[in-house]
């Protein structure tokens, strides 16, 4: 009775991979692997049936981590390790469970990744359960013909969905830690002397190809479309879709030769053959390449950015944007016709089907968004912990609603930091009261449906004694530093918190208080859209490539640039870039990295982007800052200040910190193996 216990309890931490309990098999199929079968104890029942071979595949996805989990327990650094997040309960060693914030406060190391780790609550090692994942995967391609019920159709589908759970494998540990120990096909032993495991790492160039390689050959099994049940099972797309991140990863300046790459990576030589772990020639190929990669996600005509229809609550363009020459028409031409609010926000509040939103190109159900990511945000006052904090560099990133930057819209006092609004106002549901800051009057659409700032309204209309309630982080009121009791870490350290998950509905105390159920986009297609416009910004000539059989030619062509990034824009509810920003490249890759910035707020993408850039260091140096906690008027409050005083809020700078380190005792038992750089 006690094993089936454990087993059942296990069925609720499948992974993104796993079949929807709805679906015709039983749920008893997707058991944790190790829970159903031993590797060295009666592993051939396993294969002995389709149904046990496909039962051991989705245990072994099972065992990656919840994508959307990287801010408490996480299994990444995440938004926390980088400019756009912030937390104000953090600590050094074992009392903090915000590993981003251990991460860039220096507290990680080859011996230390965190607090803790268990099936419920992971760290930063993972690299063990990447190469277990490996291992079970390499099992079943080895023995993907034992079974004597499997069919044709059975072997292409499972062979398809094992080779992308080994990719992607293989991807984490390509992304976190750098080069890995790629083991091809080999099913590693056990109980073997220690010289038979010791091997060093592959290059960052081997590991890259490998990588995308077996996304594509798990690409030619996989499904062009998942049916709404199996929502979360990785399709044609996805696999696509990853390559092209990884292929603009690899085309990037960390990556790709030249100053960065040797400032970083020069010296790394791998110890057995002094190869170079990261190449120092510059490739413009790669540029090209990922190029390719993009465009053919997109001439899949499968995706599309999510929208809405405007309707009489939505919140008209500014004059500015509509007489724009250059923006014109319906979206996805322009910006007209859709409410830019509600087309950006209910991707992520739970409001958009997940399995019919055309944008999400792969994704999965979590209950990791509601708990702990908007209890973070909410106020104390609503049940929240009222801490999970977004930084002033992103509120100023955010562009006006008529497009221009905070700067541009200071000259005519558009846009000012001083004074309060005088109005209350409300678009597509969204209430702003009369009374907030100037700061944050006509700003885009996007600030309003990811940002909880002071004297913001939370809605929370599922409960019916606590809705429409305003939040205030003045230092006496009830959700600032003092209300809350100074020992408190209970309240926005920067005076902003991450919004952006939360529904209207959306409740943690008082009568009625319930949840969205969310989802999490692993992938959507403004990604692919900007990823492409990236890579042919940074075209200089015309190039020829293969992408899975099919040859594409590419170069620096200014009407694709601006069709791709002016439909993100558009989506938002702003002028596109026009022909004068287009012809520059250097505007254009300053254009991308905020779109990117405030686009992909708190989606795990800012911490690789800074990184791939080479502008970590730069990003990094420069101070969080946020309004003043201690401030109990409007005259204190709102003054831009470094939270924080005390040494484990101080940020550490370190070209280490591009990648997570190795523990310890992997080196220990592998002679070969190289440690990360810096560590």
């Known amino acids: 009775m006690k094993m089936k216990l454990t087993i059942i309890n296990k069925i609720a931490k499948l992974s993104v991979l796993l079949i929807a309990i709805a679906s015709t098999t039983s749920c008893k ?28 595949m989705w245990g072994a996805a099972a065992m990656f981590p919840d994508e959307s989990n990287t801010v408490r327990f996480g299994y990444t650094p995440g938004p926390m390790a980088t400019d756009e997040g912030f937390n104000g309960l953090t600590g050094a060693g074992s009392t903090n469970v915000y590993y981003g914030m251990d991460y860039v406060t220096g507290n990680i190391s080859p011996d230390f990744f965190g607090a803790g780790s268990s099936d419920d609550n992971y760290n ?31 072997r292409h589908r499972i062979e398809g969905f094992t080779r992308f759970i080994r990719a992607y494998a293989y991807y984490n540990i390509l992304v976190d830690y750098g080069p890995a120990i790629l083991l091809g096909d080999e099913i590693v032993n056990t109980n073997e002397p220690i010289e038979y495991y010791d091997r060093p790492r592959a290059t960052y160039d081997e590991t890259m190809d490998y990588t995308v390689e077996e996304f594509e050959k798990a690409a030619q099994f996989l499904p062009a479309e998942v049916s709404i049940l199996d929502f979360g099972k990785p399709s044609k797309g996805a696999a696509y879709a990853l390559i092209a991140r990884l292929r603009l990863i690899h085309a990037s300046p960390l990556f790709n030769g030249g100053p960065v790459a040797a400032a970083y990576f020069g010296s790394w030589t791998r ?15 790669r540029w090209a390449i990922a190029a390719a990669a993009a465009r053919r996600v997109m001439d899949l005509g499968q995706y599309k950015l999510y929208t809405t229809i405007a309707d009489d609550k939505t919140k008209k363009l500014p004059e500015g944007v509509t007489s724009d020459p250059n923006f014109y028409g319906q979206f996805p031409n322009g910006a007209a016709g859709i409410d830019a609010f509600r087309s950006y926000s209910e991707i992520f509040t739970g409001e958009a089907v997940p399995a019919t939103n055309k944008e999400v190109i792969w994704g999965r159900n979590t209950d990791y968004i509601s708990d702990p990511i908007t209890k973070g945000a909410f106020p104390p006052s609503l049940g929240g912990w009222g801490r999970f904090c977004v930084t002033q560099k992103v509120v100023d990133a955010y562009l006006m609603d008529d497009g221009r930057t905070k700067e541009e819209a200071t000259i005519d006092g558009y846009y000012s930091e001083n004074g309060f609004t005088t109005q209350a106002k409300r678009f597509s549901g969204y209430p702003l ?23 913001a309204v939370w809605q929370a209309e599922s409960s019916a004694s606590l809705n429409n309630y305003t939040a205030k982080y003045y230092y006496q009121d009830a959700d600032g530093r003092g209300g809350v009791t100074a020992t408190s870490p209970n309240y926005p350290i920067t005076g902003y918190v991450i919004k952006k998950f939360v529904h209207p509905m959306d409740a943690w105390s008082g009568t009625g208080a319930r949840r969205m159920k969310k989802s999490y986009a692993i992938i959507r297609y403004a990604e692919i859209l900007l990823s492409y416009a990236e890579a042919l910004n940074n075209l200089k000539g015309s190039h020829t490539v293969e992408l899975g059989g099919r040859q594409y030619t590419v170069s620096r062509e200014e009407e694709a640039i601006k069709n791709a990034f002016n439909q993100v824009r558009y989506r938002a509810g702003l002028p596109g870039l026009n022909a004068a920003k287009v012809g520059n490249p250097q505007t254009v890759q300053s254009e991308i990295e905020r779109e990117r910035m405030v686009e992909f707020l708190w989606e795990n993408r800012r911490y690789y982007d800074v990184r791939r850039w080479g502008i970590y260091e730069e990003t990094e140096r420069e101070p969080i800052r946020g309004m003043n906690p201690d ?49």
């Open 631 to 679: 401030g109990a008027t409007k005259e204190t409050y709102y003054k831009r200040v470094i939270p924080g005083t005390s040494s484990f809020l101080k940020r550490v700078v370190h070209k280490k910190l591009v990648w997570v380190p190795i523990p310890r005792e992997e080196l220990r038992r592998l002679p070969s193996l190289d440690q990360n750089p810096g560590y």
């Open 271 to 285: 110890k057995t053959d002094g190869a170079h772990y990261v190449s120092q020639q510059y490739d413009e190929k």
């Open 124 to 154: 930063l090692n993972q690299w063990g359960r990447y190469y277990k994942i490996i291992r079970k995967c390499n099992s079943i391609l080895a023995n993907l013909d034992v079974p004597r019920d499997l069919s044709i159709a059975d």
């Open 29 to 56: 199929d997707y058991l944790n692997i190790d829970n159903y079968f031993d590797d060295e104890f009666n592993i051939d029942s396993a294969f002995s049936s389709t149904r046990n071979i496909e039962a051991y």
């Open 433 to 455: 009261n009369a009374g907030v800051y100037n700061m944050y009057a006509n700003r885009e659409m996007r600030f309003y449906a990811s940002v909880g700032f002071n004297e």
